[in-house]
């Protein structure tokens, strides 16, 4: 096939210096990462997973959302990733829930860092294009 061939050749090929993820499209846009990825630090071990999306889902729909847990122990870390359908909610989120107490803790929440990058955050201009 075409796509496949398309993206054997081009995955990881360098643009601008930096090397690009090629992967197949999905028909499904409900199940398609926008980028719209929240990072929600100073989490206090009684907030999990419900209790992130439960806070978060004011702002628009959750796609996902994950506590970071130590993998030998189990016992959670002090931060979580939120992840929305759109920047429009992430962007809400962001605004009205960095600084506000949850169980106790004020968190800290900011654009999460894209993997296998040098510092580089989500909610860029280029993915909001994407996004659309």
Request: proline share 3%; no cysteine.
């Amino acid at each position: 096939m075409d796509a496949d061939y398309a993206l054997k050749i081009m995955n990881q090929i360098s643009l601008y210096g930096k090397p690009i993820k090629v992967n197949k499209s999905s028909q499904d846009k409900t199940t398609q990462e926008v980028g719209a990825n929240v990072f929600v630090g100073n989490l206090t071990p009684r907030v999990d997973e419900k209790a992130l999306r439960k806070a978060f889902s004011a702002f628009g729909i959750v796609v996902s959302t994950k506590i970071m847990r130590d993998p030998e122990t189990g016992a959670a870390k002090n931060y979580g990733f939120v992840s929305y359908d759109s920047f429009d909610s992430s962007d809400l989120a962001i605004q009205k829930m960095n600084g506000q107490f949850l169980e106790g803790n004020p968190i800290d929440v900011s654009y999460a860092f894209k993997k296998d990058s040098k510092g580089e955050r989500h909610g860029s201009l280029a993915e909001r294009v994407l996004a659309q």
